[in-house]
């Protein structure tokens, strides 16, 4: 058979109807073989309305094939996409931004609890080209991040806070390999066994914190900052920091500033359009803001690391150096691990006590309880120690319940699914962004009855606990420590002080909103007042005398032998 071409401008007709003009082995070429009929294409002879005679050509047998599989292709193709599961649900978006403009500006967690509410435990959002998927439930977020934590460990690819203000160095946000190696690197002294050796470090900054709310109750955020400070400055690199007003403490709260305002979701359009990165620096301010961030944040790392192995005594610095798992890694790299273990210690420790302070504020029947098992357990002439603590089960399901109540990292980080998964019938797309709402997750009435209310006495089924420090391997590597710190300061307060209300000189009682925290993955009260007084005066003879006794010199306490 033969078919017309009548070259790039002239068309063939069959009756009135044209045949589009196309090039022997162009596109168009097999649209016409595929899509006309034979007995409607122009045969050889047959003339148009215009008397042109089209010029013939045979129609290939290699070209009716090529158009066959490619009808076929386009078939199997169509035919796949319609058995793949559905995407989770979610809130519709606008094309090319997705839901971009549709995040709440400030708690964003209780935005998500209430798409959580109309979705179903798991629903999905678009942001720019990324694919956030929303764990909704403990369920869900067990499900996925615990018990397929090989495919759901990676994290996304931050442009701004991970690759250009961090120099891809900060352990939170690493991938890969990387990670795996910065990961056994923080096991050498954050494991549980390590943890244990430093009780005696915060049982002294444990005691100077209780003498500081003696002298200045007001400034008790700032005590409680100081002691998270001082702590790990003393494990990492050897230094105690005595008035909490010291150039490192400056220095890691505007370094934390900075990272948990580059670090907000949809803060950066290069974030959510990663092309954006091509834009030139002259024409990206990002990119000048964050040059400089590196720089200060890479010199304080570099400058501590130095200094810490100058000291004398042991600390984590030396340990580090020396650890079969740095070897390879620059100064650089060592120095940002433990710099990302020092601005974490030093605002999330701080955060939960200020936590722990407004609930006791706000829920006054649970001091009194817990101070009621204090006085039975410990007595007036003497603080709490770590040998309490398996005859204070109030006390420990106090410290729980702070953590659920108002969880520090309260809508948790993001996690990125490494491999195509499927879960509950929806399709979870290899590449996206997975995110566990911890506030929803704690404020589930079918798991904690009341969330709202700060109830220890919930904890009573052993089964039942909290997601504070998160999931499978991303799960909060310092948690022992941090648990440690808490018991030993929460346990103290409550034995040495009484907690109220601050009252005005009118006798008015200052208000202060429960629900009143800031924004960020890191999530703290705003500034409330309250009244720390001592219990009776017996108590503050024995937090004087104790914090007169106690050996002060960092070096004896963290004496090398003592972590051999």
Known sequence: MEACYSGLTEACYFGSRPVPPCRPWGFCSLVNFAFYPFDKMCIAGAEDPGGRTPRPITIRPLALFTSFLAVMIAAYLFKQKRRQPPLPPGPRGVPIFGNLFQIAPKYQWRQQQEWSQKYGPIFKLQLGVHMVIVLGTY??????????????????????????????????????????????????????????????????????????????????????????????????????????????????????????????????????????????????????????????????????????????????????????????????????????????????????????????????????????????????????TWQDKDSLPYIEKVIQETLRWRPVAINAFYHAVTEDDEYLGYRIPKGSWVVANSWGIHMDPELYPNPSDFNPDRYDDEKLGHVAFGFGLRACTGKHIAKNSLYINISRILWAFDIGPKMRADGTEVLVDEMAFTTGFLSRPLPFECSIRPRDQGRVGVIETEWAEADKSLLSIMAEEKFI
Not at 234 to 262: C, H, P
Not at 321 to 344: C, I, P, R, W
Request: hydrophobic share 40%; proline share 3%; no cysteine.
């Open 139 to 384: 369920q869900a977020a067990r499900d996925l991040l615990d018990k397929r934590w090989k495919i759901y460990s990676d994290r996304p690819g931050f442009v701004v806070s991970a690759k250009y203000i961090s120099g891809g160095f900060r352990t939170l946000l690493m991938r890969g390999e990387m990670w795996n190696a910065h990961r056994r690197l923080q096991a050498t002294v954050l494991s549980p066994r390590m943890s244990q050796k430093y009780k005696p470090v915060q049982d002294l900054e444990s005691k100077h914190l209780i003498h500081a709310l003696l002298k200045k109750p007001d400034d008790f955020a700032r005590q409680f900052h100081r002691y998270s400070a001082s702590l790990v400055h003393s494990l990492g690199y050897g230094k105690r920091l005595v008035t909490g007003r010291e150039e490192e403490v400056q220095t890691v709260d505007t370094i934390m500033r900075n990272f948990t305002e580059a670090g907000r979701v949809g803060k950066w359009w290069v974030d959510m359009f990663p092309i954006l990165e091509l834009i030139p620096k002259y024409f990206a301010e990002w990119k000048r803001i964050s040059a400089k961030i590196f720089e200060y944040e890479s010199n304080f790392h570099i400058k501590n690391l130095n200094e810490a192995l100058e000291r004398k005594g042991w600390n984590w610095a030396k340990l580090y150096k020396n650890s079969s798992f740095s070897q390879g890694m620059s100064d650089l790299e060592v120095g940002y691990d433990l710099g990302t273990l020092n601005e974490a210690a030093s605002d999330t420790t701080t955060i939960a006590l200020e936590v722990f302070m407004l609930a006791m504020l706000k829920f006054p029947h649970v001091a009194r309880r817990a101070q009621e098992e204090l006085d039975r357990v410990v007595g007036e002439s003497r603080s709490p």
